[in-house]
Nanobody, 121 residues
Framework: QVQLVESGGGLVQPGGSLRLSCAAS????????MAWYRQAPGKERDLVGVITSDTRPYYAHSVKGRFTLSRENTKNTAYLQMNSLQPEDTAVYSCNAQISRYPGDTMRTYWGQGTQVTVSS
């Protein structure tokens, strides 16, 4: 069993900041890439960013310069620091990770349940 749990969402005013966390738990061996996605009402789910196992971040153009990805491999936790938030950033933010459970296992995709981020005055 493997679980990803997001936290840190909430209501924030335009220009504000939030920090999201994604923690892995359960029985697993390795975690490769960890990523954040977001989905606004009536829109498709979009990639926000990816951070590799060696902590290399990649960002969607829409969040470059405002959002920062990081991770603590000893805790198997990924973070998304969101600054200068705007109403367009309102969405459910979900964590995604590639995880193997045991030697020889394939890397499987796991998703968290998502955390709501609402940017409004």
């Amino acid at each position: 069993q493997v679980q990803l749990v997001e936290s840190g969402g909430g209501l924030v005013q335009p220009g504000g900041s939030l920090r999201l966390s994604c923690a892995a738990s359960g029985r697993y061996l390795n975690i490769s890439n960890m990523a954040w996605y977001r989905q606004a009402p009536g829109k498709e789910r979009d990639l926000v960013g990816v951070i590799t196992s060696d902590t290399r971040p990649y960002y969607a153009h829409s969040v470059k310069g405002r959002f920062t990805l990081s991770r603590e491999n000893t805790k198997n936790t990924a973070y998304l620091q969101m600054n200068s938030l705007q109403p367009e950033d309102t969405a459910v933010y979900s964590c995604n990770a590639q995880i193997s459970r045991y030697p020889g296992d394939t890397m499987r995709t796991y998703w968290g349940q998502g955390t709501q981020v609402t940017v409004s005055s």
